[in-house]
């Protein structure tokens, strides 16, 4: 496999960019390796500039849920760009996403969007600071909620992978007001909150963790945050950039039964262009200005094309009845396969998995056997794997027969 086009691409962007990349996982550092630069990616393959084609099982870590550059949505954005970029001033498709958004996810009664699940999470818990007129705020060890400042305290996969927890820049007066507890640990929530009764407003949590490796919410987790918060007044907030329309239609919280106070959209919502949404309640959404006095605003926000892109999405999504099926068969089986013919382990729930590592270089090991060998994992063993409706049986079974050859 050649690689030297991407190799002086990356030699130039090295000394153009911060580590030679927009985001910092993109730089492929800690498993060894250079990144191998994109030209195309459609359906279940992306294409490199040296010619290298990789089954994708990163989906541009999750959006991707159709595959690349599904017909429909290319067209939705292509027509909304002939009738120009961007406005600044509302469209009917924004109505039509926030309703759609509603049909499909009851608890978003009221939302905005945003152009990226950063802002969308750090917009939800500023909300929830308002409406609660409380400061703090629990979040779980590894679970990621974008890096704005009260966020990037013990934060998963990126800040981890660079094995930087913390991240310099951020005042310890804001990440003060950050509690963290471990996930999947009711006790150690409840015990929170009996030593800070009236200062926390909101629990942040991914309801399925995925940016610490794929894990799995313990049976009475999800239900246990739901009641501490609703005893001690404060707001849960599921943080679904990652699970929202990938679990099932109505996400994590459609799947397990749970109803948030608010919730985080992004990736899916966005259907591969920069567009997230926060909303829930529509009482406490009634906070956000200009409706209420918590600001938050954005240039590009509802943009005509990102939203165009969601809408085509979700209306796929809503429409084929078939697809969460077919995305679980297929997943299922490409655990299965990796589990049985290697020796590792995978944890999955529906179209969302990971394979463990408990060590950086066996990880590095196995994402050069499966680069070289034509499949494009994530750079980080926190990282997830997505499947996608792209994905075919023989994409599927290429991809067992290449981990069947690596030794761990
Ligand atoms: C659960 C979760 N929340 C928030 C974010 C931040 O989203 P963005 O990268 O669009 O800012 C991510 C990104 O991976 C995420 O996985």
Redesign the pocket.
């Known amino acids: 496999m050649k690689e030297s086009i991407s190799a002086e691409l990356f030699e130039k962007a090295l000394g153009l960019m911060p580590g030679g990349v927009n985001?910092p996982v993109r730089a492929c550092a800690n498993v060894g390796r250079t990144p191998r630069f994109v030209v195309r990616a459609k359906g279940s393959r992306r294409f490199d500039e040296d010619g290298n084609s990789y089954i994708d099982y990163v989906g541009s870590?999750?959006p991707a849920i159709l595959g690349h550059a599904r017909g429909e949505v290319v067209e939705a954005v292509r027509e909304a760009a002939l009738d120009g970029l961007t406005f600044g001033a509302p469209t009917r498709r924004e109505v039509e996403m926030a309703e759609t958004v509603r049909r499909l996810v009851p608890s978003m009664e009221s939302s905005r969007m945003t152009s990226?699940?950063?802002?969308?999470?750090m917009s939800a818990v500023r909300v929830a600071r308002g409406f609660t007129g409380r400061d703090n705020i629990v979040k779980f060890d590894g679970?990621?909620?974008?890096?704005s400042d009260g966020m990037l305290v013990r934060a998963g996969?990126g800040a981890l992978t660079a094995a930087e927890p913390d991240s310099a820049g951020v005042p310890a007066g804001f990440a003060k007001h950050t509690l963290v507890a471990p996930y999947n640990d009711i006790e150690a929530v409840k015990r929170l909150f009996e030593s800070d009764p009236d200062g926390i407003a909101a629990v942040i949590v991914?309801p399925v963790a995925?940016?610490c490796g794929v894990v799995l919410p313990k049976p009475g987790f999800l239900d246990g945050l739901r009641e501490i918060t609703s005893r001690y007044g404060a707001l849960l907030i599921f943080?679904?950039?990652?699970t929202g329309f990938r679990l099932s239609l109505g996400g994590a919280q459609g799947l397990f039964g749970i109803t948030p106070d608010l919730s985080?959209f992004?990736?899916i919502v966005g259907g591969g262009m920069?567009a997230?949404m926060f909303g829930g309640r529509a009482d406490i959404m009634r906070m956000v200005a200009p409706a209420g006095k918590v600001y938050q605003a954005g240039t590009l926000s509802g943009n005509p094309l990102a939203t165009a892109a969601g809408l085509a999405t979700l209306r796929i999504l809503e429409k084929d009845a078939g697809i969460y099926g077919r995305l679980e068969r297929k997943s299922e089986r490409l655990a299965r396969g990796i589990s049985e013919n290697t020796s590792l382990p995978v944890t999955r729930i529906g179209s969302l998995m990971s394979v463990g590592f408990g060590d950086d270089a066996s990880f590095a090991r196995w994402y050069s056997h499966l680069l070289d060998g034509g499949v494009y994992v994530a750079p980080s063993r926190f990282e997830a794997m997505f499947v996608s409706d792209a994905h075919t049986d023989e994409d599927i079974d290429s991809t067992i027969a290449l981990a069947a050859g690596f030794s761990a």
């Open positions: 985001s870590w999750g990226s699940g950063t802002e969308a999470a679970c990621y909620h974008g890096h996969s991914e995925a940016n943080d679904e950039v990652i985080v992004g990736k920069p997230a």
